[in-house]
């Protein structure tokens, strides 16, 4: 067989020869605009992979509890021990730790409330206190402002009390003191109603933030008028009396913070019942701030309690909101 060579047709004469004709510098264009579009593909791949991590808040089971709450983290530690007491009434709660749209809005909240010792029901109205008060302030859209939120919730809790004394043909015999703090960015919030405390730790430095609502109050006044002496003052039976406290129809004493409180990384906020701080020295509670880790500092603190031996130790409850 004979093999015939066919002349293919001249390459300015085909489509394909074209291509080649196109200059030097438009094949600089067209690689330039396509790297343009891998980079923005890329660019788009990444965005998505972003978002998708970003919805995940990463909290398992076996990790420690972290709430963000830009620009620091909010930690929270708790611990309690009955006493001597027959029954534990102090009550605390934290808001929701995973929910962070609430908290970036309205904050990191912590309530610590004390039923009244000496009363019927003083562990019932703790604990409706504070369930009270947490689920009004998560719930309620009345106000933004988070002192205005506060005084809300309170009222609420009060008026549950008031009617579960009612209800219990114990009015007048049931009470509880109620604190609460709000943590919001670098700012914090609180509030007081009776004689459980909410100091403020920056650094070595202790800060009692609340003013105990008691009888003592007016006992010294009285003696600072030469009304009585001061003798009379500190030995009277009833000096430790609460004067304000939920379960009162018309709760004429409150503490809330005119402004709120600059917070800064290191600081930490405690609420504590009178069977904490009445058994420990301030530097006591200082020195139990021996580890990083919030939790360990409220075991610590309370461990300490127990280790006094006091004949007759109250309930003591310690919630904390350590600053990173």
């Not at 396509?34 to 660019?43: A, D, E, N, S």
């Not at 791949?45 to 919805?55: D, F, P, Q, T, V």
């Not at 309690?80 to 929910?99: C, T, V």
């Not at 600059?262 to 580890?291: H, N, R, V, W």
Request: aromatic share 8%.
């Amino acid at each position: 067989m004979q093999l015939r060579f066919i002349a293919s047709p001249s390459l300015q004469d085909s489509n394909f020869g074209m291509a080649f004709l196109i200059p030097w510098w438009g094949y600089l264009i067209i690689a330039f605009l396509l790297f343009i579009f891998v980079y923005l593909l890329r660019k788009n791949i990444n965005n998505k992979k972003g978002k998708l991590r970003s919805s995940n808040n990463g909290n398992h089971p076996q990790d420690p509890i972290t709430i963000q709450n830009p620009p620091f983290n909010v930690i929270p530690g708790n611990a309690q021990a009955i006493g001597k007491r027959a029954e534990q009434q102090d009550s605390f709660a934290f808001s929701d730790l995973n929910d962070e749209s609430f908290t970036s809005e309205y904050g990191v909240l912590a309530i610590l409330a004390d039923g009244m010792g000496g009363m019927l029901g003083g562990k019932e109205a703790s604990q409706l206190a504070v369930q009270t008060f947490l689920h009004h302030y998560l719930s309620s859209s009345e106000t933004h402002h988070i002192s205005d939120k506060l005084l809300s919730a309170l009222k609420e809790a009060n008026d549950s009390v008031v009617q579960f004394a009612r209800q219990n043909g114990m009015m007048g015999n049931v009470g509880t003191t109620l604190i609460a703090t709000v943590v919001l960015k670098d700012q914090l919030y609180w509030l007081s109603v009776g004689d459980s405390r909410i100091y403020l730790k920056q650094g070595e430095k202790l800060t009692q933030l609340t003013s105990d609502h008691i009888y003592a109050k007016e006992l010294d006044e009285k003696a600072a008028n030469q009304e009585i002496t001061f003798e009379e003052a500190a030995n009277d039976p009833q000096r430790a009396s609460l004067t304000s406290f939920l379960g009162l129809e018309r709760l004429e004493q409150i503490d809330i913070a005119k402004e709120s409180v600059p917070l800064g990384k290191g600081d930490a906020i405690i609420l504590c019942s009178d069977g904490l701080y009445g058994s420990l020295t301030q530097m006591e509670m200082i020195e139990g701030f021996c580890t990083n880790s919030p939790q360990d500092i409220a075991e610590n603190l309370i461990n300490l309690v127990i280790s006094k031996e006091i004949s007759n130790q109250d309930n003591a409850t310690i919630a904390l909101l350590s600053i990173k």
